[in-house]
């Protein structure tokens, strides 16, 4: 009999950041479990449950028995299994019995296979599992693959027995529609009964009627929203609510990650609008919103223009009749916290940044790599050799890199690492340098993630490129390179910020020589990893222009001759893209390949001369005339930038390729004909794959 089948761990407070992890995993694998035996089918509907206090997972149509199913078992050979009279031999009768069965199997035994290859099987029934079996399965494979941050050992009530676990459990709930399943994990036996919030609920123990009345009587009885989506949901519209009520068009900070932390940490939200003394405004904003949301979990207001005000959103865990308490207690906590960032921000600018310079000298960047201030040596080189190249005002560039790094001194950013940059832009325009450089120093390490904003002018383009590049060369030459999921030092980011603003700000700076210019002065501090880095940024450029909707077959065709100047990607990718769609470009592609084998085999140096006297088949007279025709179109567009045209220029060689091999042996006996040959191909080669390799996209 199917029935809706209801589990439900309940624990002490879980981690609030891996809430969302391990209500998905809990219900995702426990209910995979059970459909891999058969007790669920593939299209059983399957329900996450993630409070504070408990994990559940509500899954659709559960069998209270799997069905039997047919199975064949491979035995033995024939040769091994029965003696030259057709008996079984011993070996044969221990493998039955292994099995559950015995010698009056052997008359049932099929044959597979002939000759000496001839197996023994055996066809059998094999008994779906119960329900309590299966499912007691499930249960321990979910709790056994949770992502649990962190486990804790605690004792049992016996007193004696330890048992694993993110927090102690404290209550197991198992119904198979109305009835209960036996199971029992982490010293626990399946009941009916949970309990709902601390607080707020009705009743002290919610009883269970069925599985399906799960989430209601958890809501009604318990005042717990045991979803994690409908919990956010509600938190959501309940901020919307109360930001209207403060009015003049403010609206709570978005933060994706704050609104998780949240969910997880209610049971049944509740908004309130809380207000702070609007002379903390004073202080920058960017620190007055961090200490709230990562100190308070509350959601600053901000109004039309973006600024802050002084009144924030508290979701709060219980909602009594006079919420004032509640409210005062909020204000009266984070007065200290606003406080002591005044207090951080008046302190930190008695010093200016210029001051703080010589202190770098004294912080270790990394053992290999020397101390921040030699750090920030070789970023003013870097940047001033860039800024030569792209005509930026060089003394601007030079301020700002000397300074980026100042801040890491101040009390602020020692309080939060996280306004590294940003306040050293503030700093800056107080101690009267221009917008230009404040806005570099704070500029310089976006973009900070994917789909950031880059610096806003090109000073700070020009930092930001040199605090980069310096990293991920110092990294690549000391051998830091990054390794699965693990990336220390965010390589990976910082090779995506390079490549987002070479393209996106159309920086003319060859790739090759940026690596170069950037090793120059580490001197012998590192080794040559100019090649594996020149790897690693176009590994990180070619998953990014997949993820923009360009095919793994353009990708490859374009950045497998490492362009080096990263602007003219797009319109290369366009032009194959063109390319790839013209009636002969299939034909062309397949001839370049095999252009390219030829030309692999050839030991030493390519031939490059084409002797016209020594021409003698007319299909080869035809492919060299026609070369001659059409390299002088598609080198004179490939110089301008047209790269669709030099593309679609070699559409007219299809007729004389196609010809060529048809009708002319390349590799002829005559040594001096089978050069010609071969230097013809070179040349066709050459002509075919200066924008991009199109027998990548071949088939």
């Not at 920030?376 to 700002?400: K, P, Y």
């Not at 393209?503 to 594996?532: H, K, M, V, W």
């Amino acid at each position: 009999m199917n029935q809706n089948l209801l589990v439900e761990l309940f624990v002490e407070e879980l981690p609030p950041k891996a809430l969302k992890r391990l209500g998905e995993s809990f219900a995702g694998v426990l209910a995979d479990s059970l459909k891999a035996q058969g007790l669920a089918t593939a299209d059983a509907v399957v329900s996450a449950f993630a409070s504070p206090r408990r994990l559940a997972v509500h899954v659709t149509a559960v069998a209270d028995k799997a069905a039997d199913k047919p199975v064949s078992q491979k035995l033995m050979p024939v040769s091994v299994g029965l003696d030259a009279t057709g008996k079984p031999t011993a070996a044969l009768l221990k493998k039955l019995a292994a099995l559950g069965a015995d010698e009056s199997a052997v008359a049932g035994l099929k044959r597979v296979g002939e000759g000496k290859a001839e197996t023994l099987m055996l066809d059998s029934v094999q008994p779906g599992v119960a329900l309590a079996t299966g499912l007691q399965r499930a249960l321990e494979e979910a709790l056994a693959k949770l992502p649990i941050p962190k486990v804790m050992g605690y004792q049992l009530a016996d007193g004696w027995t330890t048992v694993n676990f993110v927090r102690p459990a404290h209550g197991l709930v198992a119904l198979h529609g109305a009835d209960l399943v036996d199971i029992a994990v982490l010293g626990l036996k399946a009941g009916r009964n949970t309990v709902g919030h601390r607080f707020e609920a009705a009743k002290p123990v919610v009883s269970l009627t069925d599985a399906d009345s799960y989430a209601a009587q958890l809501k009604t009885e318990g005042a717990v929203i045991a979803s994690f989506a409908e919990r956010r949901a509600e938190i959501v519209c309940q901020l919307a609510a109360r930001a209207a009520e403060v009015g003049g068009s403010v609206k709570p900070i978005e933060d994706e990650a704050l609104l998780d932390e949240v969910t997880a940490l209610v049971e049944r939200p509740n908004v309130l609008v809380g207000e702070f003394e609007s002379e903390f405004l004073t202080v920058p904003q960017e620190c007055l919103i961090l200490t709230m949301k990562a100190n308070q979990k509350y959601f600053p207001l901000l109004d039309a223009a973006g600024k802050l005000t002084n009144k924030f959103l508290i979701v709060s865990n219980i909602a009594p009749e006079d919420v004032s308490a509640v409210v005062g207690g909020n204000e009266r906590v984070v007065r200290p916290r606003l406080a002591d960032a005044k207090f951080f921000f008046d302190q930190d600018r008695k010093k200016s940044l210029e001051s703080r310079l010589s202190g770098l000298a004294k912080v270790v960047y990394h053992n290999k790599l020397g101390t921040q201030g030699e750090r920030v040596e070789r970023v003013r080189a870097i940047a001033g050799a860039i800024a030569g190249r792209l005509g930026v005002d060089a003394a601007a560039v030079d301020t700002a890199a000397r300074l980026a790094k100042t801040d890491l001194l101040t009390d602020m950013v020692g309080e939060f690492p996280e306004l590294q940059g940003i306040m050293g832009g503030y700093y800056a325009k107080h101690d009267g340098l221009c917008e230009t450089v404040a806005d570099a120093i704070e500029d310089h390490y976006k973009p900070r993630f994917a789909g950031d904003e880059l610096p806003r002018n090109p000073v700070g383009v020009v930092v930001a490129l040199a605090d980069k590049l310096e990293t991920l060369v110092g990294m690549f030459g000391i051998g830091q390179l990054p390794t699965g999921d693990k990336d220390p030092f965010a390589l990976r980011r910082h090779a995506l910020g390079v490549i987002r603003m070479l393209i996106e700000r159309d920086l003319d700076l060859p790739l090759s020589e940026l690596l170069n210019e950037a090793a120059s002065p580490f001197g012998a501090l590192i080794t040559d990893a100019s090649g594996a880095l020149a790897d690693f940024v176009y590994d990180r450029l070619a998953g990014s222009l997949r993820e923009q909707g360009y095919s793994a077959q353009e990708v490859d065709a374009v950045l497998s001759q490492r362009p080096q100047r990263l602007t003219d990607i797009a319109r290369r990718l366009a032009a194959v893209r063109a390319f790839a769609a013209l009636p002969e470009a299939a034909a062309l592609a397949a001839a370049n390949k095999r252009v390219g084998n030829i030309l692999k085999k050839i030991e030493g140096e390519l031939p490059v001369e084409v002797k016209p006297a020594l021409l003698a088949e007319e299909a080869e007279k035809a492919l060299f005339s026609a070369l001659g025709e059409i390299a002088p179109k598609a080198d004179t567009a490939f110089e301008t930038g047209d790269y669709a045209a030099s593309l679609q220029a070699l559409a007219a060689l299809r007729t004389p390729v196609d010809a060529f091999f048809d009708k002319v042996m390349v590799n002829a006996e005559d040594v001096a004909l089978r050069t010609n040959r071969q230097a013809l191909l070179n040349r066709l080669y050459g002509l075919m794959n200066r924008v991009a390799d199109l027998s990548r996209l071949s088939a």
